[in-house]
Nanobody
Framework: QVQLVESGGGLVQTGGSLRLSCAASGRTVSSYSMGWFRQAPGKEREFVAVSSIMSAYADSVKGRFTISRDNSKNTVYLQMNSLKPEDTAVYYC?????????????????WGQGTQVTVSS
């Protein structure tokens, strides 16, 4: 079992930055695909970024968000810059084994509880 705990969310103005953290416990996740997803009110959960054999990003965040991982801390980060009101959502960290279907939320086995990000205009 893998437990994931997100932190770092909050309220920020348009153009601001936040860094989300996802601390894993229970197992070492260095070989796992680690993804970030988000869900805005009234919308479906959507892919944001993934760190797997390579990193990948949703088009909507490309160039603004950066995913990274510190295997010594068993932690994954999402650096979010140039935030926009449309980035407002609950952000979830997720983990899965293997490098396939990494943008598909249904493929992930483990999920954190989510952290709220609110970007004011």
């Amino acid at each position: 079992q893998v437990q994931l705990v997100e932190s770092g969310g909050g309220l920020v103005q348009t153009g601001g930055s936040l860094r989300l953290s996802c601390a894993a416990s229970g197992r070492t996740v260095s070989s796992y695909s680690m993804g970030w997803f988000r869900q805005a009110p009234g919308k479906e959960r959507e892919f944001v970024a993934v760190s797997s054999i390579m990193s990948a990003y949703a088009d909507s965040v490309k160039g603004r968000f950066t995913i990274s991982r510190d295997n010594s801390k068993n932690t994954v980060y999402l650096q979010m810059n140039s935030l926009k009101p449309e980035d407002t959502a609950v952000y979830y960290c997720a983990a899965k084994t293997g490098p396939l279907r990494v943008t598909d939320d249904t493929a992930y086995t483990y999920w954190g509880q989510g952290t709220q990000v609110t970007v004011s205009s």
